[in-house]
């Protein structure tokens, strides 16, 4: 495996692989957990070269306490990828992905301004931003992301279209803890407590898909709003089940056949996200 620390390594280890080679990428930020191996293993399977790369983005965070508290351990991390054969890694430094301040402004339209996009301004563009940059360095065949972060796959595709890039965007299943709850990075800054109580949130989601022959989908928001609430130490960011495609909150069961029920929770001072599809 080898590691890439600047723009102009990887492109020489990419220049190295031979023509054209079939390559695989995974962005990831790092604090890497079996969500992500799953991704690299799939990535393994169908391509001839993998490339992962680890960098958290600071313009994607809108709230500086987050960034900061971001897990960050790059030995660890490449143990990791190593173990699941991992071809190439891209670590830059900040000084390397913006040399400058970025400018890049992304409009996503109506996918933006619900959920993530209402609740993290500037959230959107930049992921967008660093996803392109890592696009144009990579120039992957496939790309490979988790269905955890829903809303942000569904803007990557956006993306893609916009920009007219030629990648396969690949969607892969959120891998969950034996308990239900989602792989996140973010997961190793709950406290013991707090860790107990999480798979909760993963619980209502399943009850919601259970309820949906039962209730219209304003009753099982009421229902999830309700329950979510409940859970000791939490506050609701939002609940909404949304149309998997455009992201809009649906008033009917009938004209929408797929459908997703997405959550954002704060438990304690961490932030989770989850969905299901119902
Ligand atoms: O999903 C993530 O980890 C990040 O948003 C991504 C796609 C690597 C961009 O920084």
């Not at 898909?209 to 960011?237: C, G, M, N, S, Y």
Request: with cysteine.
């Amino acid at each position: 495996m080898i590691l890439c620390r600047t723009k102009t390594e990887l492109q020489d280890t990419l220049k190295a692989q031979g023509t054209n080679p079939i390559i695989g990428f995974v962005p990831t930020m790092g604090g890497l957990h079996e969500g992500h191996l799953a991704l690299v293993r799939q990535a393994k399977r169908e391509n001839e070269v993998v490339v992962v790369s680890v960098y958290v983005n600071p313009i994607q965070f809108n709230n500086a306490e987050d960034l900061k508290k971001y897990p960050r351990d790059l030995e660890r991390d490449l143990d990791m990828l190593k173990e699941v054969g991992c071809d190439i890694v891209f670590a830059p430094e900040d000084a390397e992905m913006y040399p400058e301040k970025p400018t890049e402004n992304y409009s996503f339209g109506a996918l933006e301004t619900v959920m993530e996009g209402a609740f993290r301004p500037g959230h959107f563009n930049g992921v967008a931003i660093v996803v392109k940059r890592l696009f144009d360095l990579v120039n992957p065949t496939t790309a490979y992301f988790g269905e955890k972060d829903f809303q942000q796959l569904a803007l990557i595709r956006a993306l893609v279209e916009q920009e007219d890039l030629a990648v396969e965007i690949v969607a892969c299943p959120t891998v969950r803890e034996h308990d239900g709850l989602a792989m996140s990075s973010r997961n190793t800054r709950l406290p013991e407590e707090d860790r107990r109580i999480a798979p909760q949130i993963y619980k209502i989601l399943r009850d919601c898909r259970d309820l949906v022959d039962v209730l219209t989908p304003a009753q099982l928001k009421t229902f999830a709003e309700e329950h979510l609430k409940k859970i000791p130490r939490t506050k609701l960011e939002y609940f909404e089940i949304v149309n998997a495609k455009t992201l809009q909150p649906i008033e009917n069961w009938s004209n929408c056949p797929k459908r997703v029920a997405c959550v954002a929770i704060w438990l304690g001072g961490v932030r989770l996200i989850d969905n299901v599809k119902i």
